[in-house]
């Protein structure tokens, strides 16, 4: 049932985070009282790119939905003025981002209908951190299912457990009562549950978090910021480790510009088309993106990733750009 019930492991990695909406209570739904902020985006398709955010796409791409029938971005949004630093990573080497306050991020869930002409937002999850750092966490979920319906959903401070619960219980009581616009359900008791489970948000996005040593770890699998975000730091990064979960499509498997590498002997291909993902014999597979080759061939998706390089650039300090300018030159 798209993002909502096709949440696992590796498509954590995905729900990598906050936004700005409008902030007014939604025309239905279960009650939301105070501190909780309650969002309606009225304009969904249209909103990230209104709002100025500028899409996160990672070196190495990360898993989709099998059968290609969803497709996540990340935005990120700074303000102005405000630069980006880099600290030493206290997780993993050798350098970590630190985001200013007044940053925002969603990862936004698109889906198609079932004949494929119509593009839906099946679900939104992000953070942000106002001017004094503290952190925010959001969800929003579409009102009906109608191409390009209104977005409605709700902030709760990443600290408070009180917000946390009754944010979640807001949500799955919206997600119960409305259509979901992939396949026109309403959220079952397995997949409220499941979405429960996952609505603790802070439990992936953990500071600094090292890069994982097993496919056996239950946390998403790449290493963090200094904010606890996945994939700006992945914008920078060459190489990322691969899906091994067969309820997944790993688009890096038909990459002519990823090279795939092993610990021992060759990766092995799994499933078929639409779903196919690679595993080794020994550790877990490692994809490194050759973006110089992408970028003289004028491939799509690394003129992506080079736009995300760039916008963190551009917003940098001096010691940052120093460190990090050899990265953006390879995007001419």
Partial sequence: MGARGAIAGWSVLSLLLAGCASRQAPHEGARLGPPLRSIVVTHPLEHWSKEHFVEMAPTVRVSVAAGGEAVTRVYLRLPDGAKITLRTAVGHAPRSLMFPPGTESDRVSYVRDTSGTKRFIDDVRGTRWDEHGTEYFHVYLPSDAREGSELVGVEWRRDDAAQERAATDWLVAWGRTHRSPDDGRTMDEDQADRFRSLNHCQSCHVADKPEATSDDDP?????????????????????????????????????????????????????????????????????????????????????????????????MDDAARAQLEPLVRMCP
């Fill in 219 to 315: 946390m998403p699998p790449w290493p963090t910021d200094a904010r606890g975000l996945y994939v700006p730091l992945a914008v920078f990064t060459p190489r990322a480790l691969l899906s091994t979960s067969s309820s997944f499509d790993d688009p890096n498997v038909d990459d002519p510009f990823v090279n795939v590498h092993c610990a021992r002997g060759n990766a092995r291909l799994h499933g078929g088309p639409g779903y196919h993902w690679l595993t080794c014999a020994d550790g877990m597979p490692v994809g490194e993106r050759d973006l110089v080759a992408a970028m003289k061939a004028r491939d799509e998706y690394a003129a992506r990733t080079c736009n995300a390089r760039r916008y963190l650039f551009t917003h």
